[in-house]
């Protein structure tokens, strides 16, 4: 602890206790400006003297699930400086056998390494022209486990093959028919316009035209939680929804955590890494707290006639956990609906086979859905074609009222 009080009496332990959350933040785990804040605050409350206190400081401010306390334990006392546990990761990183139950522990050092190892492990990357070999045999296993793994448990090297598998994706939403009409050949409709001008042309009859309903593909609005507990994923869709935005037109994209912010112009820019780094820098509340309710209606009060005409399907996308009263939130939910063709909503927490929805904010928007699926990797996200497929929404309405029963 003599380094870290020198640290304080310099004035750096703020910057400190920030590096550490940006080491967290890099190996996936959601930590917001909010939660920085707070253990920052923490720390100069009770102190440095105590290492202990110390830790479950920053462990009760920066650790929200709790399978992320390994790695927190792991980065905790490898960046502040304990020499024990990092022969206890280097070891872990040997060609040694292990149990079944050690692959969970070796996968977060893994994670742990590579966010320190960072821009040193790239320069040496582009310093080396060794001649790469694959093996054929064993490229199908690897892109089928890469389908399966979950975003929050994907290493740095899997997250950008993931984004470059997301890029090719494609919705192959059926069109529906406007108001508009077209001339056609057999329509039920009389084209009166065009009878009369044929008739102009023929003085021995009048020849009938016919027209029929124009068909497009309806508007297709996005709705993503940005908050921390959807750090990973909500990063993750961000490119799924800036290759739909290319693909077609129509496409409306809003991103939310305390507020609403509207990113549509933002993701029709051509290059991803420059659509997204626009998003970065107009949207101020990556990371933090969630308001469901507060946001949706911001978004039926100010946006929903504008963006949700001609029957456009919504995607929303968000764990449902929301920290402000539900008590508005179902009603919400119900015009959000009732304003869209369909709304699906993808979740995350629909990976563990075991969730229920008990939490407040899900039995409030869970009866106001068409579609409740899961979006935590690249499979989830390939079988959205199926869903805009489906032209009736009776079987996940019946599904969802046996998992309200259940619950």
């Given at each position: 602890?003599?380094?870290m009080?020198e640290?304080d009496?310099?004035g750096r ?5 920030m590096h550490?959350?940006r080491?967290l933040r ?13 253990a920052?605050?923490?720390?100069r409350?009770?102190g440095?003297?105590?290492?202990e206190?110390?830790?479950?400081t ?6 929200s699930r709790q399978e ?10 490898i960046?502040?400086r304990n020499?024990?546990?990092l022969?206890?990761l280097?070891?872990?990183m ?9 692959a969970e522990?070796?996968e ?8 320190m190892?960072?821009s040193q ?8 022209d060794d001649?790469?070999?694959?093996d054929?045999s064993?490229t199908f296993?690897a892109?089928e486990s890469?389908r399966?793994?979950?975003f929050d448990?994907?290493?740095t090297?899997e997250l950008?093959?993931?984004r470059?598998?997301?890029?090719h ?10 108001r508009r009409?077209k001339?056609?050949?057999?329509g039920?409709?009389?084209d009166m316009?065009a009878?009369?001008?044929a ?8 020849p009938?035209?016919h027209?029929?309903r124009r ?5 297709l609005?996005?709705?993503c939680?940005i908050?921390?507990?959807m750090?990973?994923y909500s990063r993750?869709?961000?490119?799924f929804?800036h290759?739909?935005t290319n693909?077609r ?10 507020r609403l ?6 993701l029709?820019?051509r290059d991803?890494d ?6 970065t820098g ?6 933090g707290g969630?308001r469901?309710?507060?946001?949706l209606?911001d978004f039926?009060?100010?946006?929903s006639r504008?963006?949700?005409g001609q ?5 929303l996308v ?5 920290r402000?009263d539900?008590a508005?939130?179902?009603?919400q939910?119900?015009r959000?609906?009732k304003?869209?063709r369909q709304?699906?909503?993808l979740?995350?927490l629909?990976r563990y ?7 407040r ?12 699926r899961?979006?935590h990797?690249?499979n989830?996200?390939?079988?959205l ?5 489906s032209?009736s929404?009776?079987?996940s ?5 046996g ?5």
């Amino acid at each position: 602890m003599a380094e870290m009080q020198e640290a304080d009496e310099s004035g750096r332990l703020a910057d400190n206790i920030m590096h550490f959350a940006r080491l967290l933040r890099s190996t996936g785990m959601p930590v917001g400006s909010d939660r920085l804040l707070n253990a920052i605050r923490g720390v100069r409350e009770i102190g440095i003297g105590n290492r202990e206190e110390f830790y479950w400081t920053l462990f009760a401010n920066l650790v929200s699930r709790q399978e992320q306390r390994e790695i927190f334990d792991q980065a905790f006392h490898i960046f502040w400086r304990n020499p024990l546990i990092l022969e206890k990761l280097l070891g872990a990183m040997l060609p040694t056998v292990r149990l079944e139950d050690e692959a969970e522990q070796q996968e977060l050092s893994r994670r742990l390494t590579e966010a320190m190892a960072g821009s040193q492990e790239k320069e040496a990357k582009n310093g080396e022209d060794d001649q790469i070999e694959v093996d054929a045999s064993l490229t199908f296993s690897a892109e089928e486990s890469l389908r399966d793994k979950d975003f929050d448990k994907m290493t740095t090297s899997e997250l950008l093959e993931a984004r470059r598998a997301i890029a090719h994706f494609r919705l192959a939403i059926p069109e529906v028919s406007t108001r508009r009409f077209k001339p056609g050949d057999h329509g039920q409709a009389i084209d009166m316009r065009a009878t009369l001008r044929a008739s102009l042309r023929n003085e021995a009859a009048i020849p009938l035209r016919h027209k029929v309903r124009r068909r497009r593909p309806p508007p297709l609005v996005f709705i993503c939680d940005i908050s921390g507990s959807m750090s990973r994923y909500s990063r993750m869709f961000l490119h799924f929804m800036h290759a739909v935005t290319n693909d077609r037109d129509r496409v409306h994209a809003f991103v939310f955590a305390t507020r609403l912010s509207n990113i549509s112009h933002h993701l029709r820019q051509r290059d991803v890494d420059e659509a997204l780094q626009g998003v970065t820098g107009a949207v101020q509340d990556w990371s933090g707290g969630t308001r469901i309710g507060s946001c949706l209606k911001d978004f039926n009060a100010n946006w929903s006639r504008r963006v949700l005409g001609q029957g456009a399907v919504t995607i929303l996308v968000t764990d449902g956990l929301d920290r402000e009263d539900t008590a508005d939130l179902g009603g919400q939910m119900e015009r959000l609906a009732k304003s869209s063709r369909q709304l699906i909503w993808l979740n995350p927490l629909l990976r563990y086979s075991e969730f229920e929805p008990r939490a407040r904010g899900v039995r409030a928007m869970l009866p106001h859905v068409d579609q409740f699926r899961a979006a935590h990797n690249l499979n989830s996200l390939q079988e959205l074609v199926t869903v805009f497929g489906s032209t009736s929404s009776a079987g996940s309405f019946a599904a969802r009222r046996g998992l309200m029963t259940a619950s």
